[in-house]
């Protein structure tokens, strides 16, 4: 029993070591309970059959998700909003403040710096689709828990089923790590175009990063010009 609880902190660190630290050092000592424990369950991804075959139905099931916690304290779902007219996904993280206000992605000072990266290489925003891992948001801002992006999982993937992007931009570690499954650093992940189902992808910082921290901006524009050039690429 103790084991098994042992076994399954493990995890929960070494998920936080993946997304927020590689140098993280966090250990469990060998301990005993002098109290019975209730046994924990492994947090596993979930994986559902979503038989949704537009984005207005997946929406609606969306809508309805009671699957984790989130739903008792959001005030909107935050499905996603644009187009596939470039063929290009934008994925962040999850939803904040006045994105539950909106229910819509990007709304706030990170979406109005999204809007200008993105005029930046030529691209109008209403012309692409913009999601986030989680369709609500955590209180607070937290950061998402495993288990939430684990039940948040499949309507992301459906999403692009249905989008069919031929691009994708992932903004932040998060949502790199949930769409390549990488234990890699920011750094390692913004060196390569990598590949989600045959999908390449661009990964650069999350813009509430880029506001925190000016200085990555000049890194992240080498980003978005590397994006840029496989749009045109497609486009010739």
């Given amino acids: 029993m103790i084991e098994t ?23 469990i000592p060998e301990f005993k309970l002098k109290y019975k424990l209730r046994e924990l369950k492994p947090v596993v991804k979930v994986i559902d059959e979503i038989k949704a075959v537009s984005l207005s139905e997946l929406k609606s099931i969306v809508s309805e998700c009671r699957k984790c916690g989130l739903y008792t304290t959001r005030k909107n779902i935050v499905f996603g909003s644009g187009s596939a007219k470039e063929k290009l996904v934008i994925i962040g993280e999850a ?11 990007f709304v706030g000072r990170a979406g109005q710096l999204l809007t200008k990266m993105l005029s930046a290489i030529g691209i109008e ?54 769409l390549l499954n990488k234990d890699s650093t920011m750094k390692e992940l913004r060196e390569d175009i990598h590949n989600y189902k045959g999908i390449p992808v661009v990964v650069t910082y999350h813009p509430s990063a880029l506001l925190r921290n000016p200085n990555w901006k000049y890194p992240a524009w080498d980003d978005l010009k590397k994006l840029k050039e496989l749009l045109d690429k497609a486009n010739e």
């Fill in 5 to 27: 609880v042992r076994n399954d902190v493990s995890k929960y660190l070494e998920y936080y070591r993946a997304v927020y630290s590689k140098y993280l050092s966090v250990d």
């Fill in 95 to 105: 939803p904040g403040a006045d994105e539950d206000e909106s229910g819509e992605p």
């Fill in 125 to 178: 925003r209403e012309n692409v689709f913009i999601c986030n891992v989680l369709k609500c948001r955590p209180p607070n801002n937290r950061d998402p828990l495993p288990d939430e992006i684990a039940k948040c999982s499949g309507y992301l993937d459906k999403q692009l089923e249905l989008l069919k992007p031929k691009y994708i931009l992932a903004l932040g570690r998060i949502a790199a790590l949930r």
